[in-house]
C-alpha cells in the first residue's frame, strides 16, 4: 500500500527556516507530480508548491523567493526549504503525489497527513 508521510513541521518565530520532508513509500514504478498544500483552519487548502518528474517547479506567489523545493527521486522524497517564516505561513502543510503503481500500472492521487507549522511571535 503506498504511503506518504511529511515530517519538519514545528513551531518558529517570525523569521525562522524550516526543511519539510515528505517520502513516499509502498509499491511505486513511477511518481509524476508531487506538491506541497497547506491549509489554516478555516480556510481553502492551496497550493504551495509542485514538482514534476521532468524537473519542472512552481511556487506560489505568497511563498516566492522565501521557498525552494526540491525532489530526490531515488529516495521518492519531496522537500520544502522555508526561509523568513511569517505568521500567515501558519498552517498544516500536506504533501500531494501522482503515482503509478505496478501490475496493472493503475495512478492516483495520494495525500500525507499532514504536518503542523506555527510561526508565532
Known amino acids: 500500500q503506498v504511503q506518504l508521510v511529511e515530517s519538519g513541521g514545528g513551531l518558529v518565530h517570525p523569521g525562522g527556516s524550516l526543511r519539510l520532508s515528505c517520502t513516499a513509500s509502498g509499491r511505486i514504478s513511477r511518481i509524476y507530480a508531487m506538491g506541497w498544500y497547506r491549509q489554516a483552519p478555516g480556510k481553502r487548502r492551496e497550493l504551495v508548491a509542485l514538482?514534476?518528474?521532468?524537473?519542472?517547479?512552481n511556487l506560489a506567489d505568497s511563498v516566492q523567493g522565501r521557498c525552494t523545493v526540491s525532489r530526490d527521486n531515488a529516495k521518492n522524497t519531496l522537500y520544502l526549504q522555508m526561509n523568513d517564516l511569517r505568521p500567515g505561513d501558519t498552517a498544516v502543510y500536506y504533501c500531494?503525489?501522482?503515482?503509478?503503481?505496478?501490475?496493472?500500472?493503475?495512478?492516483?492521487?495520494?495525500w500525507g497527513r499532514g504536518t503542523q507549522v506555527t510561526v508565532s511571535t
Open positions: 514538482t514534476t518528474s521532468d524537473g519542472r517547479t
Open positions: 500531494n503525489a501522482d503515482i503509478t503503481e505496478p501490475s496493472p500500472f493503475s495512478s492516483r492521487i495520494y
